[in-house]
């Protein structure tokens, strides 16, 4: 290619995904900073909610666990999303294993923390959540969000409780590709359902391994609009961007947090 046509950065394809190393990349040693903010965010928005949910999706999970982890005791049911069947079959693989896979016992000892406010977390009360999570996720589904309705038909508006952390901005790196994907994707939670959602912010492509993979290059802005024209009140919004400079090296110095009702 032309050097200077070139001006966005070179991006993988799906296809060259590794769920090992995504899982190797982000969650494998610490609860990153970045990630403790975000968690936090997630348990303190399903506590303000002041409810149990009845039917969660978690979309775009990828291999991780974390984020159902943290609904579990707020969601009756979880079901979980993703495009690639590699991603969901490490998620398959841990709800069937036993408390002697340990992959998310860091994330959810933390998870745990900030439910108990400073109180000490023991390895029972570990076992005891993740037992929790494994009862409560549900359906696991292979879905494409550019498809209208990336659930099928009969799960247009469902949920009342909608996580989706770091999937539907990295799906493309054209905005109108994300906001076709936050449609389809969002119209499978009900009038008054609450959606949590997290992007990265203002970035190109993120890194996974030794490969870069999409982003939707997002502000505030965008997906403030975004959540206005999927049926989202602006009374129920908070949209914010947390700093993260020390995630430069991965591609993005920022995350945007969200939370909102569909009205
Ligand atoms: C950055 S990962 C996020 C994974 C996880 N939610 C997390 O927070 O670590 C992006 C995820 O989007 C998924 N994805 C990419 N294209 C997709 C599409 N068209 N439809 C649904 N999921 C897609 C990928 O398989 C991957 O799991």
Not at 57 to 86: N, Q
Not at 137 to 157: C, E, F, M, T
Request: hydrophobic residues 40%.
């Amino acid at each position: 290619m032309n050097e200077r046509t070139s001006v966005s950065p070179a991006v993988a394809d799906y296809s060259q995904w590794q769920a090992q190393d995504y899982f190797k990349t982000y969650y494998s040693e610490v609860v990153l900073p970045d990630e403790q903010v975000v968690l936090a965010y997630q348990i303190e928005t399903l506590k303000r909610a002041g409810h149990p949910f009845g039917r969660g999706l978690e979309y775009g999970c990828g291999p991780t666990l974390h984020r159902a982890i943290a609904a579990a005791r707020s969601a009756f049911r979880i079901d979980m999303a993703d495009w690639l069947p590699d991603n969901l079959a490490q998620v398959r693989e841990w709800v069937a294993a036993t408390s002697a896979n340990t992959d998310w016992n860091r994330f959810t000892d933390y998870i745990l923390t900030c439910e108990s406010r400073g109180e000490a977390v023991d390895a029972s009360r570990i076992q005891r959540r993740e037992e929790q999570t494994r009862k409560v996720i549900r359906n696991l589904h292979v879905s494409d969000a550019r498809w209208r309705h990336p659930l099928g038909p009969k799960r247009q508006g469902f949920y009342d409780l909608l996580v989706s952390g770091f999937c539907l901005d990295a799906v493309s790196s054209e905005k109108a590709v994300w906001h076709r994907c936050m449609s389809n994707v969002l119209s499978t939670l009900q009038p008054g359902g609450l959606l949590i959602l997290h992007a990265l912010y203002r970035c190109k492509a993120y890194k996974v391994g030794e490969r870069m993979f999409p982003g939707a290059d997002l502000s505030e802005d965008d997906l403030i609009e975004s959540l206005l024209a999927t049926g989202f009140t602006r009374r129920s919004m908070d949209v914010h961007v947390i700093p993260c400079p020390e995630n430069i090296q991965y591609g993005y110095g920022g995350i945007l947090v969200a939370s909102a009702r569909k009205g």
